[in-house]
């Protein structure tokens, strides 16, 4: 029986398998792809993304055990940095995640960015699709924000959590630009510890001064909602009708996970109702093609160039004979001769 | 290297004893030997390790016991691995272990095993063999 089969059959070891093979780019991981695709787009796929030691792991360690006791099936792929120097990496989010372990409707999967320029590697994506044919009716992807990968994220995910945590640094600098764009749901966690309200308020002044949102909310005070901007392409796909609510969270002690809970199913409810799940897949859709197609042909233009030409062209270029221009331009017509 | 992709390595602390420090340093050496670690922390039970090696998919598990309970711990891991299909994957064990206990264990299905003091650099060497011994064409 073909590991894809197995797949849909339950069998975790073929799911953990598949899960290398597309990691690796093995053919046998994209012909299985090919196989599962028509099972895929069914799961709810949730980004959770914050500062490190904000407490995502232990939130969607919470968030796994509580959505668990309301019988659902859980996949999470826990996303850590590939060291730049030596190719290897640690991925320790599963400390966190012991209590999660030896149930069968729980699956986790550590990831390195490996190569991935931006954090979140591409087989992320695939990774996703393998739970989501597998039968995982939620899938928790949990990235650390830092560089790019809160905005790759959104490339993903259907709803983004945001995770801060108070006293890492409150004032709205410290608040990266772009998290706001991107996150479908503001958490604050370690809300025990002293300083939460200041955190809080800080989010809050950034969502009224930023979102877009709220500046639709704003103008429909009289009852009717009018988006008075037409709306920025954002990432996630959030219209003007969608205020990410700031939600705030004990994940130690699972404090505030209901409210979070139910903060997740309205965005998932708002997705579906507003068409707007349709939109953001086909956008996401669209950029993975554009990702992958720049991708393929960057592969395809550098083996059919001569061996050292990029090289070459450097050193000319630094000898001053050339330009960055005028070089790109013959490497492109290089690898357009016809190949004899 | 033998292998295009980095060597996946599960580090677990299984038993009651609540020192992670040398599986901690371990778990760093091969990271800078360029493998991806997974490590799964303190209190590990046979089970969860067996469950973790599996979802994970890595080539080796590494058990760091220094609660002198390997003899009990170390056969049940191998058990539960071969029980998952997982038959070929290469366990190591690091801690203390007496000289007297290595023939059991190796017999038990453990490819290799390293004594408090055990160069880092070799314990990568080590793993880099046993893995791509198993990757080299038959
Ligand atoms: N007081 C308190 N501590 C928390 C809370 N949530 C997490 N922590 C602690 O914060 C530390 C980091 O938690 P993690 O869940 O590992 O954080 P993370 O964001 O996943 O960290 P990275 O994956 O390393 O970026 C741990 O010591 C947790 O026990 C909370 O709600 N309150
Ligand atoms: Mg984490």
Known sequence: ?340 | MSLNRPIRVLIAKPGLDGHDRGAKVIARALRDAGMEVVYTGLRQTPEMIADAALQEDVDVVGLSILSGAHLALVPRVRELLNANGMGDLALIVGGIIPEDDKPALLAAGVQAIFTPGANTEDIARTIHEIVDGKAAPA
């Open chain 1, 1 to 340: 029986m073909s590991l894809a089969q197995r797949l849909l059959n339950g069998d975790r070891r073929a799911l953990a398998r598949l899960l290398t093979y597309v990691e690796n780019e093995h053919p046998d991981g994209e012909a299985a792809l090919s196989d599962l695709f028509g099972h895929t787009g069914r799961a709810h796929i949730i980004g959770v993304t914050g500062a490190p030691g904000a407490g995502k792991s232990t939130l969607v360690t919470a968030l796994a055990k509580a959505l668990r006791a309301m019988g659902k099936t859980i996949a999470i792929l826990a996303v850590d940095p590939t060291s730049p120097f030596t190719g290897g990496a640690i991925l320790g989010d599963r400390i966190r995640m012991v209590d999660l372990t030896n149930d069968p409707g729980v699956f986790i999967r550590s990831m390195a960015t490996r190569g991935s320029l931006g954090g979140l590697s591409r087989a992320s994506r695939d990774a996703v699709r393998l739970f989501d044919a597998a039968g995982y009716a939620i899938v928790l992807i949990e990235t650390v924000g830092a560089g790019q990968s809160e905005v790759e994220i959104a490339r993903i995910a259907q709803t983004v959590l945001v995770v801060e945590a108070p006293g890492m640094g409150d004032d709205i600098q410290a608040i990266k630009a772009g998290i706001l764009e991107i996150a479908d749901v503001l958490v604050v966690n370690k809300a025990d510890r002293p300083g939460v309200d200041t955190t809080v308020r800080a989010l809050k002044l950034m969502l009224e001064l930023g979102h877009p949102a709220l500046r639709a909310n704003i103008d429909s005070h009289h009852g009717r909602m009018v988006a008075v901007t037409p709306q920025p392409e954002a990432p996630n796909g959030n219209s003007a009708f969608w205020l990410p609510p700031i939600v705030q969270t004990t994940a130690t002690t699972g404090g505030g996970i209901e409210p979070l809970i139910a903060a997740i199913e309205r965005h998932h409810a708002y997705l579906r109702e507003s068409g707007t799940l349709a939109t953001l897949e086909s956008r996401q859709i669209n950029t993975e093609l554009h990702e992958r197609l720049r991708e393929l042909l960057l592969r395809r233009l550098l083996d059919a160039l001569p061996p050292h030409a990029i090289e070459d062209a450097v050193a000319r270029i630094q000898r001053r004979e050339t330009t960055p221009h005028e070089q790109i331009a013959q490497l492109v017509d290089a690898e357009q001769q016809p190949r004899l």
